[in-house]
């Protein structure tokens, strides 16, 4: 469930499992609960992609840059397909294109 009350009481803002999903209040509550929720779980995806893609900086050995470029690529894919297609469906407010 998308929206939730924040447990410290502090905002009025969107939570989606404990965690801080708004864009702005006003921005935010244009999505319905289900467009929330979709455009929160690919930002969640991309962000766990890029974690990945730093965690093998500095590139010391030629696993680490096969890793990265394997990392790059999912990346671009991932912006092609899922960032794309939820930008189509949701808007360009919501979702900034690659």
């Not at 930002?43 to 890029?50: D, G, R």
């Not at 690529?73 to 808007?91: D, N, P, T």
């Amino acid at each position: 469930m998308v929206s939730q009350i924040d447990p410290t009481g502090d905002s009025d803002e969107p939570m989606t499992n404990g965690h801080d999903i708004s864009l702005g209040a006003t921005t935010f509550q244009m999505l319905s609960e289900t467009a929330a929720e979709e455009v929160y779980n690919v930002h969640v995806c991309l962000a766990e992609l890029l974690r990945h893609f730093w965690l093998c900086f500095p590139a010391t050995t030629s696993e680490l840059r096969q890793k990265a470029a394997a990392i790059n690529e999912s990346l671009i894919r991932y912006g092609r397909e899922m960032v794309a297609e939820c930008g189509a469906r949701h808007g360009d407010v919501f979702v900034s294109k690659p």
